[in-house]
């Protein structure tokens, strides 16, 4: 962990390799997944990873309290998208398989954004709402009636 006092400078981790983000990031999370299934190539857990290090356009610092919480919303994604990998722009075209409605999921925009996921209410622009383009905490997953199959992973409990 990098520390914030005794004059040494904080990580920027939006400018560190993949490599190293991808370490950060594994050892940040490896209290909400098995380790070896972490980094089994093709788990959803790995997929979820590799996402957030590679392809997650909101550059998440894995300092984040809402680290876990993108992690597990991707894990779910990708244990009921099997077919999906981390780089796969198709997400945003398919309409006649996996899920119904998936906007804005797997996104660089804040998880309260992502269709289905509701967070505390926040007052914005005067009005009361609970999606709103950041990070927050988890509320609800309202994702019934959404062609989801496959199994939920355990990774839901960090939410």
């Known amino acids: 962990d990098t520390k914030h006092g005794g004059g040494e400078t904080p990580i920027n981790y939006s400018n560190v390799n993949d490599t190293l983000r991808?370490?950060?990031?594994?050892?940040?999370?490896?209290?909400?997944?098995?380790?070896?299934?972490?980094?089994?190539?093709?788990?959803?857990q790995n997929k979820a990873l590799r996402w957030l290090t590679d392809y997650d356009n909101s550059n998440v610092d894995p300092n984040s309290d809402n680290l876990a919480q993108r992690y597990a919303l991707a894990t779910l994604f990708f244990a009921t998208n099997e077919d999906l990998q981390p780089h796969d722009t198709s997400v945003m075209t398919k309409s006649d398989e996996g899920w119904h409605?998936?906007?804005?999921w797997l996104s660089g925009k804040g998880i309260c954004v992502w269709y289905g996921i509701e967070c505390p209410h926040r007052h914005i622009g005067g009005i009361k709402t609970a999606r709103y383009d950041k990070d927050a905490d988890v509320v609800k997953l309202l994702l019934d009636n959404n062609n989801i199959h496959g199994t939920l992973p355990k990774e839901l409990a960090a939410l």
């Open 22 to 44: 991808f370490d950060i990031m594994f050892q940040k999370l490896v209290g909400y997944s098995d380790h070896n299934i972490l980094n089994t190539r093709g788990s959803p």
């Open 101 to 104: 409605n998936h906007s804005d």
